[in-house]
T-cell receptor, first 113, second 108 residues
Framework: DAMVIQNPRYQVTQFGKPVTLSCSQT?????MYWYQQKSSQAPKLLFH???????NEADTPDNFQSRRPNTSFCFLDIRSPGLGDAAMYLC????????????FGSGTRLTVV | DAKTTQPTSMDCAEGRAANLPCNHS???????VYWYRQIHSQGPQYIIH???NNETNEMASLIITEDRKSSTLILPHATLRDTAVYYC?????????FGTGTSLTVIP
């Protein structure tokens, strides 16, 4: 089935040690998004790629970066994770226009120790 | 940023209809209303969306008021597996900004 796949499902990293989360899609969607969801909060948009064009949300910390080497893959890099970066990270895709909406992956839960 | 408001939590008896309201009073003419739900520790799941007319699919019904300032998601026969956080999203066609959502608990 066409889908959005996030690996790993759970990731533990050390304080200050760079970590990369990955997302792949078989939907051939133009747009890929990364959301951060902290415990008991709604998902918060970090940034998105429309094809190769990167769009950062104004309040996304510089510590968070992203790469999209091709249509299928998108990576979230956290350069120096702090304890406050522990969260579920969700990847989503869309075709870039209404009304098809988004397809979400299952998320990667990041723990910082 | 999110432009919708929803009650923080609701309960519903199993087998009964669950009616989840959403206010989107600043919605403009070309903005859709989307509903997603998130079961604990999973990614959000699409439920239904609409622009002006009421919509129904195999999961739910969506009732949009004539002035489009509010809508109601209806789960006709709630089951225990419908326990989740339900998000109403006012979508302009580029980014989804999530509001706080409604935590629905279906009670046996």
């Amino acid at each position: 089935d066409a889908m959005v796949i996030q690996n790993p499902r759970y990731q533990v990293t050390q304080f200050g040690k760079p970590v990369t989360l990955s997302c792949s899609q078989t939907l051939n969607h133009n747009v890929m998004y990364w959301y951060q969801q902290k415990s008991s909060q709604a998902p918060k948009l970090l940034f998105h790629y429309y094809d190769k064009d990167f769009n950062n949300e104004a309040d996304t910390p510089d510590n968070f970066q992203s790469r999209r080497p091709n249509t299928s893959f998108c990576f979230l890099d956290i350069r120096s994770p702090g304890l406050g970066d522990a969260a579920m990270y969700l990847c989503a895709t869309s075709t870039g226009g209404t009304p098809l909406g988004y397809t979400f992956g299952s998320g990667t839960r990041l723990t910082v120790v | 940023d999110a432009k919708t408001t929803q009650p923080t939590s609701m309960d519903c008896a199993e087998g009964r209809a669950a009616n989840l309201p959403c206010n989107h009073s600043t919605i403009s003419g070309n903005e859709y209303v989307y509903w997603y739900r998130q079961i604990h520790s999973q990614g959000p799941q699409y439920i239904i969306h609409g622009l002006k007319n009421n919509e129904t699919n195999e999961m739910a019904s969506l009732i949009i008021t004539e002035d489009r300032k509010s809508s109601t998601l209806i789960l006709p026969h709630a089951t225990l597996r419908d326990t989740a956080v339900y998000y109403c999203i006012d979508y302009t066609g580029n980014q989804f900004y999530f509001g706080t959502g409604t935590s629905l608990t279906v009670i046996p």
